[in-house]
């Protein structure tokens, strides 16, 4: 597996369950470290190990190495080799907006809208491609999930029907999951960019837990994991942006 997000962790987990043997390697500190930070991302890889993949970490693959015209392996940045009989490349993905070049339509990381999704010129953007103004924070936001994708068409349609005059901000609370072995992993919010992450309940030893996540003092987001029921009373203080509080469900 080249890449430790989302698609290269699951991958791994379901690789595993069919009794491959399995290579994770990434360059963030830990797998699914950019969305789960690094004590999460620890438990992770701890999960990850047990279940027999062996994972590298910190190191950006180079080349995918080929033998008779089918994959045969990688080569690292560090100049290791790893070999492979298949190489799954799971590291993202660029908007393809390269075609609205001098169409009008503002682009830059997607389509560029305001936080009504609206581009100008009656171009409206929704899911993955769209670049909108957080009405919350204030920021560009660009999400590649489909709970996102969806939501967006939605109100997308509503903003249409209304005009951009009287178009509404889109002002979600992303939602995301992932199950991978017997972990259920749920977020809500946006972890990037966090500077504080805090266990308020259960804790990385129990496999159990509610983390939240703090940026300049507020709460940007809160992650479960295997706590489906404690993680939904934590939402509406991801929603407030509440200041970072420890302690049961604000
Ligand atoms: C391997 C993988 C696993 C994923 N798993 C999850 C998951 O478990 N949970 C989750 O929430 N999200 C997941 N995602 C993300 C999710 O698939 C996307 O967020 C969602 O599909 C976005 O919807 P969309 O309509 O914006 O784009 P897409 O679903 O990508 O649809 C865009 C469509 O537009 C077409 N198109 C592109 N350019 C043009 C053009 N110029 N003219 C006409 N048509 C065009 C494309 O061919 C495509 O059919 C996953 C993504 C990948 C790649």
Not at 86 to 103: D, H, K, Q
Not at 156 to 182: K, M
């Amino acid at each position: 597996m080249v890449g430790g997000g989302f698609v290269g962790a699951e991958a791994a987990a379901v690789a595993r369950g069919l009794g491959c043997e399995v290579t994770l390697v990434t360059d963030t500190a830990q797998p699914m470290g950019d969305a789960l930070g690094d004590e999460l991302g620890a438990l992770l890889r701890t999960v990850h190990h047990e279940h027999g993949v062996r994972i590298d970490t910190g190191v950006l693959v180079d080349e995918v190495l080929t033998d008779g015209g089918r994959a045969s392996g990688v080569r690292l940045a560090d100049g290791r080799t790893l070999a492979a009989d298949a190489v799954l490349v799971g590291i993202g993905a660029r908007p393809n907006t390269e075609w609205l070049t001098g169409s009008g339509v503002p682009v830059g990381d997607g389509v560029a809208c305001d936080a009504a999704l609206y581009a100008g010129s009656g171009v409206w953007a929704a899911g993955d491609v769209a670049c909108w103004l957080s009405a919350r924070t204030g920021e560009p936001w660009r999400i590649e999930h489909r709970t996102n994708a969806a939501e967006q068409g939605l109100a997308v349609a509503r903003n249409i029907l209304a005009g951009p005059e009287r178009a509404t901000p889109f002002d979600p609370v992303p939602y995301v999951w992932s199950d991978q072995y017997d972990l259920k992993i749920q977020i809500y919010g946006r972890t990037r960019g966090a500077d504080e992450v805090r266990v308020v309940e259960g804790s990385t030893a129990e496999r159990k837990l509610v983390a939240l996540y703090g940026r300049n003092g507020r709460t940007c987001a809160a992650v479960g994991i295997n706590m489906a029921r404690a993680l939904r009373g934590y939402r509406a203080q991801v929603a407030a942006q509440a200041p970072l509080l420890t302690g049961s469900a604000a």
